[in-house]
């Protein structure tokens, strides 16, 4: 069965196209780019046709950070569940984090997980597997099978690498097999017992703060390492100006550093805290907005190489309670597009640019296919309207939890169908 | 006559004629307690609950003579020996006390907008007797009251906080009502222990004692919680008492008639000097006694004033 998406403006920064153009599907790749003039037309009988006159055709989105809870925690995220948000949200690939329970740092687990993802809805699921055993920080894991087993990069996630050495070691190990290290940078001393950013809000509020500096450490010494190494880091969820400089520095010595940032932390600053919001406690948590313009800066000009949402998922039971007792985290699968949309309307980023760092840029990252409409590339399509505007229902995202600092916003960007492999996973 | 709102949650939000209002209502409450019968009806078949998160001899039996000298009935729900233990959330076990239908819930709690998140959850009121490092608006307004006994005023004083603030509520709350009252506040003490931008709370931030203390009106000391040492804010008591201890020899900076306030319970020898503590200039058991009379004046209004006056 053949698909064409008919009528769309097509966004391709890996090929460099921002035109109105069809494109046709076949078997499940990317057959043809028609230019809508073209009197060339695929014989109409077998063509399922989609519509997207005044819809962008796009690249898949790719979230290279995101929790499903399986195995361990399925009452709040299944791979199932996770994957049919990811789908809505116009996701057509992710990669989920190893702090399952059991900790994904052996075979098993990363096989369990992409058996589980094959019953799904089709949305390509990546495992990232620990770094260390039981991301405790103290022993490599067996990287090399972790990789056969098809994980596709190696992360501690909300761990720090404590012990220098280990992580050095890790870099070390990690780069014979080509597998990039995600690393939450946060020097835990710095930020122990800390609730939200330390500032103004934190001394209002009388909650321990976590300032930059337990960030930016270690970022420093992370980037150190890989320039010592030689080996490929990613740091997760960047939230400070000072990260940002940091990046930019070792980036401009060829350090092999890329970087994420999430839509929270581009929209929100440490002032939504006020109340005690436990939907707006998250680590690193929400900055000022000195740190929000720097990050937001740092990702259109490229020192930010993509954007995740690090989509994690809790229970009211973990939510609904005293700040300092409540989870870190927010979901965000189904709202980033939206919000990141938001920005490109304040004309912070332009669409070419998302479109890069939200499909284009992770998947060149974590080394997947996908991110392109290049002819014969895997059919990873979504086509929404940019100027629609639906508005968020925290209870009626397709997420099994709500936790959501953007219940009841207006946001742009109504996803019309989400395609992985051909097929259409999500139609709105 | 009363306060127009449902709770009682800190001092952050309130005005300076509800202020004025709970320190006139207290007054006309304080000579109930040199009474032969100290009890009057005016809170008679309104329910109080006590419910304390954290041990607190002191607020908890503050709000209780001031309940019952009311004529409130009042019960005391102390989370060590609750179904807390058994692993029941806050906001469970606050929905079932809001079940037995109470007209007002004292709260305390170690976790800083506790007291808030309840208020949005139960449709009684809320008062927010201490939480965590944020707030502990009624032990403010009994300062406030004892200063304005004292001096008469506080609009136009100078007023020293020595201590803690970064964990201090009472620090937080006394610097929301001071300011707002026309007070000039200065925060004191080791660096570890001031709070990131706390000037922009509208305070002046000393290290230095002597020269926090120069010319101020009135000196309240914080205690320094004994618990909190090992996260190591201070090297050692012994530096902490002898480099921001008040004592007679240090005191001397101030000016003459210089009141002396502490929240209690106090540190002798740490952070006040017993000569200190025991002297004309400190009210630190007047406190006590106009903490009664504030509470009181809080149950009073929040209620609504006098609910079945025409039963006497």
């Known amino acids: 069965m053949k698909l064409l998406i008919k009528g769309g403006r097509v966004i391709d920064p890996a090929q460099g196209i921002d035109k109105p153009l069809d494109v046709l599907i076949e ?25 997207a006159t005044g819809c962008i055709v796009a690249p898949g989105l790719i979230d290279m950070h995101v929790h499903f809870r399986e195995p361990g925690f399925e009452h709040k995220e299944t791979i199932e569940s996770g994957c049919a948000a990811a789908a809505a949200g116009g996701f057509t690939s992710v990669c989920c984090m190893a702090n399952t329970n059991p900790v994904n740092d052996n075979q098993a687990i990363t096989l369990m997980i992409i058996a589980q993802a094959q019953k799904a809805n089709g949305v390509r699921v990546y495992p990232i597997a620990a770094a260390t055993v039981g991301q405790n920080g103290e022993a490599a894991t067996e990287i090399g099978e972790l990789k056969t087993a098809g994980a596709v990069a190696l992360s501690d996630d909300g761990n720090e690498i404590r012990n220098s050495q280990v992580a050095r070691l890790v870099l070390e190990y990690a780069s014979m097999f080509d597998m990039p290290v995600i690393l939450h940078c946060e020097d835990m001393y710095l930020s122990q017992g800390g609730q939200v950013n330390e500032g103004f809000v934190s001394t209002e509020l009388g909650l321990p703060g976590i300032p930059n500096a337990a960030e930016e450490s270690m970022v420093a010494r992370n980037l150190i390492l890989a320039e010592m190494t030689g080996a490929p880091i990613h740091i997760a ?18 350090v ?105 840029a992770p998947a060149r990252i974590m080394g997947l296919p996908g991110g392109s409409l290049a002819v014969d590339q895997p059919a990873d399509v979504v086509v929404f309207d940019p100027e629609q505007e639906w508005t968020v229902d925290a209870m009626c995202l397709r997420s099994r939890s709500h936790n959501t600092p953007f219940d009841g916003w207006s946001l742009p960007g109504v996803i019309k169908a989400t395609i992985v492999n051909g097929r259409i996973v999500h139609s709105g | 006559m009363r306060l127009n709102r449902k709770d009682l949650l800190g001092l952050e939000d309130i005005a300076v004629d509800e202020i004025k209002l709970i320190l006139d209502t207290a007054d006309s409450f304080k000579e109930f307690g040199s009474r032969i019968i100290k009890k009057v009806p005016a809170l008679r078949g309104k329910t109080v609950v006590n419910l304390f998160y954290e041990p607190s001899t002191r607020t908890r039996t503050s709000f209780e003579i001031a309940g019952k000298r009311l004529s409130a009935d009042v019960v005391n729900f102390s989370a060590s020996q609750s179904s807390v233990g058994k692993g029941e959330t806050l906001i469970d076990t606050m929905k079932n006390i809001e079940a037995m239908q109470p007209d007002l819930i004292v709260v305390r709690h170690g976790s800083a907008g506790a007291p808030h998140m309840l208020a949005r959850m139960v449709e009684c009121g809320v008062i927010n ?31 020293a906080i020595i201590g803690d603030i970064s964990h201090s509520r009472v620090a937080r709350s006394n610097i929301y009502g001071l300011t707002r009252m026309g007070a000039r506040v200065r925060v004191c003490g080791p660096k570890t222990m001031i709070p990131a931008q706390i000037e922009r709370m509208g305070v002046e931030v000393f290290h230095d004692v002597r020269k926090a203390i120069s010319g101020v009106d009135v000196i309240m000391m914080l205690r320094i919680q004994l618990e909190r040492q090992a996260g190591a804010l201070l090297p050692s008591l012994r530096e902490y008492a002898r480099h921001f201890g008040l004592t007679p020899e240090i005191i001397k900076a101030a000016k003459p008639d210089a009141t002396i306030l502490h929240p209690g319970p106090i540190n002798r020898g740490v952070e006040i000097s017993s000569e200190v503590a025991d002297c004309q200039r400190s009210m630190i058991l007047n406190q006590v006694t106009n903490g009664v009379a504030v509470r009181m004046a809080l149950l009073y209004l929040l209620t609504g004033g006098a609910g079945d006056e025409t039963a006497d």
């Open chain 1, 27 to 51: 078997k499940g790749r990317i057959a043809s780019l028609i230019q809508p003039a073209s009197r060339v037309r695929p014989a109409m009988d077998k063509v399922k046709t989609i519509d």
């Open chain 1, 237 to 254: 969820h960047v939230s400070t100006a000072g990260s940002v400089d940091l990046i930019r520095w070792a980036k401009a010595r060829d």
């Open chain 1, 256 to 360: 092999r550093v890329t970087a994420e940032a999430t839509p929270h932390h581009l929209t929100l600053t440490e002032k939504a805290v006020r109340g005690y919001n436990t939907q707006c406690k998250m680590s690193p948590p929400l900055r000022s907005e000195q740190d929000r313009i720097a990050v937001l800066t740092g990702l259109a000009d490229g020192t930010i190489d993509a954007v995740a949402t690090d989509h994690a998922p809790h229970d009211d039971r973990l939510k609904i309670v005293e700040f300092d007792k409540a989870a870190n985290g927010v979901i965000g699968l189904e709202t980033a597009l939206g919000l990141m949309l938001r920005l490109v309307r304040q004309g912070q980023l332009d669409l070419p640019t998302l479109i890069q760092r939200m499909s284009t």
């Open chain 2, 129 to 159: 007797a201490g939480d965590g490092a944020h707030e502990h608006p009624s032990q403010a307004l009994l300062d406030m009251l004892m200063i304005r006994d004292v001096k008469g005023r506080i609009n136009g004083l100078t007023v």
